[in-house]
């Protein structure tokens, strides 16, 4: 296969890069439910007509390799969250194509911890190697 050309600047790949930790392998999808709002016209009561209403976002779930250093990070907010602090942070996903250049940027705004697991322990040819899950409630999304 020869490099790749302008025409694949398109194509998405599993290429991203999440601001909290290197480390992260996966993301899950981003849902978003908009409500509809009965509202009348003002001159007729009893006609119906609907509009959106805010927004509301789902959980996101994100996974990655446990290492020593960069886990500590992800702990210390669960932590701090657990205890009531005031924890919340904006992050930030960039979504790279095939030549490694940012083609999306997802800003998830004001996400507080809301699960977290580091008991997957997958022991295949020997090797055990821990994973962790981090379960975010996300206030807002922008995109870039």
């Not at 992260?24 to 007729?44: Q, R």
Request: proline share 4%.
């Amino acid at each position: 296969m020869g490099a790749p050309t302008d025409s694949d600047a398109h194509i998405f790949c599993s290429n991203f890069k999440v601001d909290l930790n290197e480390d992260i392998v996966k993301v899950s999808s981003i849902n978003m439910t908009i409500p509809k709002v009965a509202t009348t016209t003002g001159f007729d009561i009893a006609q119906r007509t609907y509009r959106p209403g805010r927004p509301t976002f789902g959980n996101i779930t994100l996974q990655g390799a446990e290492h020593k250093d960069t886990v500590k990070i992800i702990r210390a907010w669960v932590k701090d969250a657990y205890d009531g602090k005031p924890v919340r942070k904006n992050l930030t996903i960039e979504i790279h194509n095939q030549k490694h250049e940012v083609v999306r940027t997802f800003h998830l705004l004001e996400c507080l911890p809301v699960a977290y697991s580091s008991i997957d322990f997958n022991s295949q040819g020997g090797a055990s190697t821990m994973h962790w899950v981090l379960e975010i409630r996300i206030q807002q999304v922008t995109m870039a």
